[in-house]
């Protein structure tokens, strides 16, 4: 593990999504008992911490992310008794917690909302964004939900509308409000007192906005056709990522400091996310790290590839600590995403170890999303199982958020994989039986074994973990980096296909063994299998760089 108190600085997180971890009740919903039922799987992987996605009050028309009472657990996931014995036991299996910190919006069902909406009197009058109709009574501007569809709400007994980023039923806090921000802030001193490390701090691009509520201009469509999606046919300039900003994230950061806790910070991908990454988590009173989901949407051929470890590479010379996931409860799950072979065909386990591989060479920190150890693929659902609002909206040119969401597969011969003893929310997929934790464990060879050689490897090596960064320029389908910290360099080396390849290289040494499995080294050249890492170290004076040639 990590020590000291920058321990966040090349950490790997493991993010849970509660309702799918484990369900220890058998209503077919994961829950806080069955988190700290799991909890000793987590910590063997060799992590440093555990993000837990929402488990608050909540009416669940977006899945925890509507929250209706800041301080209480929801009673589907238990109750604060149950937070207190999962830290304590994450705690002493030497994790760190950290937990949603959603500040942006609340649920309409909140009692803030409740009392702001009833009228122009009430001291929450002014905790979200109310505007008065434009003159023929339409919203105050064209701001679109990212939902879909206008991002105002008319509220007849204000004679006003109201912002909503996402669902009309997550009205949007006023954080230029002092009133509303200090009520955040006591939301998170709540949750620090009680034990968290901690926050994820929720879509940080929304918390403020154009206080002149300015309309934004128009966006091409890509292509000239117009998406299913509108949010892409602007350029949001004034609904999100307004300046003031910085001010809500310093008055966050002074409050975790106070406590010695951790700030992570969730960016859109929206143009320039990379930068902004970088300009949240520069100085000591911003955020600790943050990270976005732009990488994501793009593919897994060469070009992309070395552009991802450009933007790694770019962060070097910045203050700023970024953090990379391939996988979370939002996207679907890499392994279907990138998968070379396509999406309907089973992915090559060498790929899944590439990435994994990639994942953990990167500067920065990590986070690690449930069920990325055990390799599962993205879960392909019929509209009648989806519960994604996001997915019903757009069904069926998108399919919604709940492909990734599915149980997590804990025994592979036992009724939905152990994960509950009852129907779960949403199915497990035959083909995660297979590829269940059981399985896995009895397997030396399999992606879980080798997920725990890979993060052991990068907590040995400091350059992996808080070095600096070079990407090696080299040809498709070959593409590499060099880590460098206090003397020590290491390289990694990552064939993006499916065909053997041979190339020279200077004098190395393989990290360990599973570091670089079916490589061969002879006479000056690397033979890479096909998905084939070449991960080892540099003699410091050393400074050759590998050239390639096909086998």
């Keep these: 593990m990590v020590a000291g108190a920058d321990w966040w600085r090349g950490a790997v997180l493991y993010q849970v999504y509660p309702r799918s971890f484990a369900d220890s009740d058998g209503d077919g919903i994961g829950d806080l008992k069955g988190i700290e039922a799991r909890l000793e799987h987590i910590a063997r992987l060799g992590v440093d911490a555990v993000w837990i996605c929402p488990f608050y009050a909540s009416p669940g028309r977006d899945f925890g992310y509507d929250v209706s009472d800041h301080l209480a657990v929801d009673p589907l996931f238990g109750s604060l008794e149950d937070v ?18 959603v500040g942006g919006h609340t649920s309409d069902a909140h009692p803030w909302f409740r009392r702001s909406r009833a009228g122009r009197d009430a001291p929450e009058a002014d905790w979200y964004v109310w505007a008065d109709p434009s003159p023929d009574g339409t919203p105050p501007n064209n701001w679109l939900s990212v939902f879909g569809g206008s991002a105002w709400s008319w509220e007849p007994r204000r004679r006003q509308y109201y912002l909503h980023h996402f669902l009309s039923s997550q009205p949007s806090l006023n954080l230029a409000n002092p009133a509303a921000l200090e009520a955040l802030l006591s939301v998170g001193e709540f949750w620090l007192q009680r034990g968290v490390d ?80 970088l300009d949240y988590s520069s100085g000591e009173d911003l955020l600790h790290m943050a990270y976005t989901l732009r990488p994501l949407r793009g593919g897994f051929d060469h070009a992309s590839v070395r552009g991802l470890l450009a933007a790694a590479e770019g962060g070097t010379e910045r203050e700023g600590w970024p953090c990379w996931s391939f996988s979370n409860h939002d996207v679907e799950r890499a392994v279907t995403r990138w998968n070379p072979a396509g999406r309907e065909a089973p992915a090559d386990p060498r790929f899944a170890r590439l990435l994994a591989s990639l994942l953990l060479s990167l500067r920065g920190s990590v986070c690690l999303y449930q069920g990325e150890e055990l390799g599962l693929p993205e879960a392909e659902l019929t509209l009648a199982q989806i519960r994604d609002p996001f997915g019903l909206t757009y069904w069926p040119e998108f399919k919604g958020r709940d ?18 003893t009852g129907e779960p929310w949403l199915p497990v997929p035959a083909a995660h039986h297979a590829l269940a934790v059981d399985r896995q464990e009895a397997d030396p060879d399999s992606l879980l074994h080798a997920w725990r050689r890979l993060l052991a490897l990068r907590r040995a090596h400091p350059a992996l973990l808080r070095g600096g960064m070079k990407v090696l320029e080299l040809p498709a389908p070959l593409v590499g980096l060099v880590r460098d910290y206090a003397g020590q360099r290491v390289m990694a080396l990552f064939n993006l296909s499916d065909a053997p390849l041979r190339c020279p290289v200077s004098t190395l040494h393989p990290l360990a063994e599973g570091s670089s499995d079916g490589v061969v080294l002879r006479n000056g050249l690397a033979e890479l299998p096909p998905y084939g890492v070449l991960m080892a170290e540099l003699d410091p004076v050393d400074a050759r760089v590998p050239a390639y040639s096909a086998m």
């Design 84 to 101: 207190d014995r999962l830290l304590e036991r994450a705690h002493a299996l030497g994790l760190k917690v950290l937990v949603d910190l």
């Design 198 to 277: 901690g926050f994820r701090l929720d879509a940080v691009d929304f918390l403020a906005h154009d206080p002149e509520l300015r309309g934004n201009a128009a966006r091409p469509a890509p292509g000239g056709a117009v998406p299913a999606k509108l949010f892409g046919l602007q350029w949001h300039q004034h609904d999100m990522m307004h300046p003031r900003i910085f001010e809500i994230l310093r008055r966050i950061r002074a409050l975790t400091d106070r406590y010695g806790a951790v700030t992570l910070g969730e960016v859109s991908s929206q143009d320039g996310a990379f930068e902004r990454v």
């Design 403 to 420: 492909g990734s969401r599915t149980p997590m597969p804990w025994q592979g011969d036992a009724p939905q994989a152990g994960f509950s």
